[in-house]
């Protein structure tokens, strides 16, 4: 597609559940990005692939989420056991440069 | 540390007025600065980008920007301001790890 492709678009998860989130970037877009949107903290990072360099995980909030990047493009964040905290908007990202990043339309994440 | 400021919150502007959103961002090398606009239940669209040169930078839609070193500030304009435009509009710096403001509410009154 012309566009980043995040799915699902909405997700409703009981607490304690592992949920997965896909994201698939732009077409030869090297780089890829996740961050969390959240009421109380906005526009969080979360972490960052690019190329075939280790991911910078900086900003992963703890150790029940991780995601991978099979291939040089599709992305999976996956959060373990999920807890309400963790409901949000994540929102992927893909750039060409090393800036000019372009978001999808994210997926929101509602922990019941 | 690296941070940025939005000072306002919510902006109530009449159509066709102008418009100007502040932004001011801490940062210790000579930022890449970007202005972002969200639509509600949309991602995030890159308005415009200023890495280097001229400081006063076009965007999409009719926005400018005009980077300020000495104020190590970065504001948005637009010299008419169209219902369309309203939005939520965010001021980031970085490069491969972007620092968001915490964004300015756009109201356009007919």
């Known amino acids: 597609g012309a566009g980043v492709s995040q799915s699902p678009s909405n997700k409703v998860t009981e607490k304690g559940k592992d949920v997965e989130l896909r994201c698939d970037p732009i077409s030869g877009h090297t780089a890829l990005y996740w961050y969390r949107q959240s009421l109380g903290q906005g526009l969080e990072f979360l972490i960052y692939f690019q190329g075939n360099s280790a991911p910078d995980k900086s900003g992963l909030p703890s150790d029940r989420f991780s995601a991978e990047r099979t291939g040089g493009s599709v992305s999976t964040l996956t959060i373990q056991r999920t807890q309400q905290e963790d409901s949000a908007v994540y929102l992927c990202a893909s750039s060409l440069e090393v800036t000019s990043a372009f978001f999808g339309q994210g997926t929101r994440l509602t922990v019941v | 540390a690296q941070s940025v400021t939005q000072p306002d919150i919510h902006i109530t502007v009449s159509e066709g007025a102008s418009l100007e959103l502040r932004c001011n961002y801490s940062?210790?090398?000579?930022?890449?600065l970007f202005w972002y606009v969200q639509s509600p239940g949309q991602g995030l669209q890159l308005l415009l980008k200023y890495f280097s040169g001229d400081t006063l930078v076009q965007g999409i839609k009719g926005f400018e920007a005009e980077f300020k070193r000495s104020q190590s500030s970065f504001n948005l304009r637009k010299p008419s301001v169209h219902w369309s435009d309203a939005a939520e509009y965010f001021c980031?710096?970085?490069?491969?790890?972007?620092?968001f403001g915490a964004g300015t509410r756009l109201a356009v009154h007919p």
């Open positions: 980031a710096v970085g490069d491969l790890k972007l620092i």
């Open positions: 940062y210790g090398a000579t930022p890449y």
